[in-house]
């Protein structure tokens, strides 16, 4: 069974950084393109960003392209968002998601985590 | 970037009735639109890829349809487990974006 949790979430300030970790189990990590997405209090799914099998891609919506960097530790078969000059408007809850596809990717997303709440608050 | 917009916004129906929710997509995505399924507090829920093909274990009673920029997602006869928030997700370009999503709720 696939499996994936998220940990690091909490209460920042603004202008604050924080870094979210997703730990995978029940499936060939190294294999698969990973994704963060997010949820923020009263509104819909936002994709953040994606990084491929081996790292060497990665993708970033517009609000966060020079604030977060993605990353992943396919020794240890985790996912990683380093959040930097955080602002109240990134609150939300922030899902690890796994790429339906291995290789190159599909973009969409057949598991995800539970979610880390992140609050962005002074 | 792709604008998805779905519709309604929000519906109350009975357990047994037939539901269909709409996502038009700003430009043509041929059959790159993926649905899922959101219950608070719980991970969202892989349902439809492709525009039509079932996610493994999801139940038959869900079915997906469509293609260039107008997609139905329709459960056939709704039950009390599938109360819940809908999304449509285009997988055409980058950045990959969701509908603003169809809250589904009990009359």
């Known amino acids: 069974e696939v499996q994936l949790v998220e940990s690091g979430g909490g209460v920042v300030q603004p202008g604050g950084s924080l870094r979210l970790s997703c730990s995978a189990a029940g499936f060939p990590f190294h294999n698969y393109t990973m994704h963060w997405v997010r949820h923020a209090p009263g509104k819909g799914l936002e994709w953040v960003s994606l990084i491929s099998w081996n790292g060497a891609s990665r993708f970033y919506e517009d609000s966060v392209r020079v604030r977060f960097t993605i990353s992943r530790d396919n020794s240890k078969n985790s996912l990683f968002l380093q959040m930097n000059s955080l602002r109240t408007d990134d609150t939300a809850f922030y899902y690890c998601a796994k790429d339906k596809e291995t290789g190159g990717g599909s973009y969409f997303f057949d598991a995800w985590g539970q979610g880390a709440l992140v609050t962005v608050s002074s | 970037d792709i604008q998805m917009t779905q519709s309604p916004s929000s519906l109350s129906a009975s357990v047994g009735d037939r539901v269909t929710i709409s996502c038009r997509a700003s430009?043509?995505?041929?059959?790159?639109l993926n649905w899922y399924q959101h219950k608070p507090g719980k991970a969202p829920k892989l349902l439809i890829f492709a525009a039509s093909s079932l996610q493994s274990g999801v139940p038959s009673r869900f079915s997906g349809s469509g293609s260039g920029t107008d997609f139905t997602l329709t459960i056939s006869s709704l039950q009390p487990e599938d109360f819940a928030t809908y999304y449509c997700?285009?997988?055409?370009?980058?950045?990959?974006?969701f509908g603003q999503g169809t809250k589904v709720e009990i009359k």
């Open positions: 430009q043509s995505i041929s059959r790159y």
């Open positions: 997700q285009q997988s055409y370009s980058t950045p990959w974006t």
